[in-house]
């Protein structure tokens, strides 16, 4: 699971009618089962007046995890749908819910099936797919003394980061996973083995 993948750039949502009925897809970036699992909760406490929050998701977990419900919707007409989109556009680490408000006209199988479909296809064309690399995060602790050079070479590895300063100092940072390795090696070699690496 070293290779590049498609996924979301950020959240979205858009929103449409259908013979009465509002439907709204949501999509964001999702690391992990945990964290596509809790926006869903997200989306569905946001909307806990809505007819139905169909939720799907595909997460590169070990093992590699797809997950959809119908929530109340007739069997294979939202989630599977809503799935089968993403699965089309081959993204991964994403989470969907596409919320509907009723508006009192039965839409049949199909419509429900085109409509939910779109949701998802629309959200996803709103949030942007981009090609992403496996990332790693560390989290790599320092006295004070060698912070500026643990900073440094964080920095000049461009990996994303976080500091605290507080008793030790703490870099959370998220790097691709092929260059983890040498940056571990890195700070220990410039710290002579001094820096904490989680």
Known sequence: MTDTYR???GRASRAF???GS?????????ESVEAAESFVAEIE??????THNVPAYRVRADPFREYSSDDGEPSGSAGKPALNVLQGEEVENVACVVTRYYGGTNLGYGGLVRAY???VSEALDAAGIVEERPHARLSITTEYDDSGTVR????SSGAEFDADYGEQVRFDARVPIQEAEELRDRLRG???GR???E
């Open 190 to 192: 410039a710290t002579s």
């Open 7 to 9: 996924t979301v750039a």
């Open 117 to 119: 479909s779109r949701a």
């Open 195 to 197: 820096v904490g690496i």
């Open 22 to 30: 509002e439907f709204v897809g949501h999509v964001s970036p999702a």
């Open 152 to 155: 440094g070479i964080i920095e």
């Open 17 to 19: 009618e259908v013979r």
């Open 45 to 50: 406490s946001e909307h806990a007046d809505a």
